[in-house]
């Protein structure tokens, strides 16, 4: 019964020691109005983030990289011209990608650095903005492809929301867009499941008459084919209406 007794007060004490934090630490990068962490990302020991601000009361966003202690920051950039809002940073080889759209929303745009932060690239995504404004929703590394997800905001309407399927070089291999019926909607975030197949979460807003909220999951194999679809219940709305986020287990489960 001792036996029993130290390995429970051993095994309570780690579970203690394992849900605290080690440290906490504060960052600031400047004058700004506003300052959201939207994405961080580990590459090896390296650290990588994307902030969203407010800048001189303008949107825009700002790359940064940790040192691996996380005792300073390395290096910022700041982009004025992009609004970050992307919740993923994706990395390829020695290249990050940022993903966001013009801060008039006039085109959706995958900003590419190297792991220092200077810029390499910047590619446009096409849109016809005579069906609304843009509203970039994350973007993920699938295969040879980055695929860039979002919606539309379009007033008193119901816009499609999109899939764009991007190669290496940033050209634009495939547009998918989903017409909602009488939703609004917006691609949340997408995941690539252990059978390597592409899952991507859904948020709709119905409108009317009552305002409700539901989720939906598309699931894509590799041929970009449409092979499996889930639908919340009429309404599930989640805590602030914050942006779905989800996990594919190994065994399936979503």
């Not at 780690?14 to 440290?23: A, E």
């Not at 009317?208 to 909220?213: A, C, D, F, Q, V």
Request: hydrophobic letters at 35%.
């Amino acid at each position: 019964m001792k036996g029993i007794s130290l390995i429970l007060i051993f095994f309570f004490f780690c579970t203690l020691l394992l849900g605290q934090d080690s440290y906490s630490k504060t960052f600031d990068f400047g004058n700004k109005q506003s300052e959201i962490v939207w994405s961080l990302k580990k590459v090896g020991d390296e650290i990588y983030l994307a902030v969203g601000n407010s800048c001189d009361s303008t949107s825009c966003f700002y790359s940064a990289k940790f040192d691996p202690s996380l005792a300073s920051i390395d290096w910022y950039k700041i982009h004025p011209w992009m609004d970050f809002n992307s919740r993923e940073i994706v990395q390829k080889n020695d290249s990050l990608f940022f993903f966001g759209h013009k801060t008039d929303r006039s085109n959706n745009t995958i900003y590419v650095s190297d792991i220092n932060g200077d810029s390499l690239n910047v590619w446009n995504l096409p849109f016809d903005d005579s069906i609304g404004t843009l509203l970039s929703g994350s973007q993920i590394k699938f295969n040879d492809n980055i695929v860039a997800m979002g919606g539309v905001n379009a007033s008193g309407n119901y816009p499609p929301t999109f899939l764009y399927w991007l190669n290496s070089q940033g050209q634009t291999d495939t547009v998918m867009q989903f017409s909602p019926g009488n939703f609004s909607q917006l691609f949340a975030q997408g995941h690539v499941d252990h059978n390597n197949e592409l899952n991507v979460i859904i948020r709709f807003n119905h409108l009317s008459p009552n305002n409700s909220i539901r989720y939906q999951i598309l699931k894509f194999n590799t041929n970009r084919e449409l092979i499996w679809q889930w639908e919340s219940p009429a309404d599930m709305r989640l805590a602030g209406d914050m942006p779905p986020r989800f996990l594919v287990h190994s065994n399936g489960n979503i």
